[in-house]
């Protein structure tokens, strides 16, 4: 039975599920931070993914992708599938502005989490409702 792997539950806000993905929001109101993880098990690498899985994976990314680009008025959009942690396949979509606390560094180990206040989880739901 799939589950979502424990530190993902534990760092983050389920939005939802797309055909394929489940949609995370990373608990970090630093950064407009996005997790897709397919609703695949015993899965580390797209590549295990099977073929029509691959290319919904990257269909749903790319949707996710222009969405969050335009809404939240990204200079850069960061993605990464790194797994150096979490094993289960889940791939990392990250808002980046040229303002933001870690520009040009990567986002990880930069600065602690700033979990998101009620009104602004609220407002990023609001936001997302239209992916």
Same mark, same amino acid.
């Given at each position: 039975m799939?589950e979502?792997?424990s *530190?993902?539950q534990?760092d983050?806000i389920?939005?939802g !599920? +797309?055909?394929?993905c489940? =949609?995370?929001?990373?608990?970090d109101?630093?950064f407009?931070?996005f997790i897709?993880?397919?609703?695949?098990e015993?899965i580390s690498e797209?590549?295990q993914l099977?073929?029509q899985d691959?290319?919904?994976?990257?269909?749903?990314?790319?949707?996710?992708s *222009?969405?969050i680009?335009?809404?939240f008025?990204?200079h !850069? +959009?960061?993605i990464?599938a =790194?797994g150096?942690?979490v094993?289960?396949?889940?791939i990392h979509?990250?808002?980046?502005y040229?303002?933001?606390?870690c520009?040009p560094?990567p986002v990880w180990g930069?600065?602690?989490?700033?979990?998101?206040?009620?009104?602004?989880?609220?407002?990023? *739901?609001?936001l997302?409702?239209?992916l």
């Amino acid at each position: 039975m799939f589950e979502i792997h424990s *530190r993902l539950q534990q760092d983050c806000i389920s939005l939802g !599920k +797309l055909e394929l993905c489940h =949609l995370l929001l990373m608990n970090d109101s630093n950064f407009p931070w996005f997790i897709l993880v397919p609703e695949r098990e015993g899965i580390s690498e797209i590549y295990q993914l099977d073929m029509q899985d691959q290319q919904q994976f990257m269909s749903e990314s790319s949707r996710l992708s *222009r969405y969050i680009s335009s809404v939240f008025k990204a200079h !850069k +959009l960061n993605i990464a599938a =790194l797994g150096n942690i979490v094993p289960q396949l889940h791939i990392h979509h990250i808002v980046r502005y040229r303002r933001d606390a870690c520009w040009p560094k990567p986002v990880w180990g930069q600065q602690p989490a700033t979990p998101y206040a009620p009104d602004e989880l609220q407002t990023v *739901r609001q936001l997302m409702q239209d992916l």
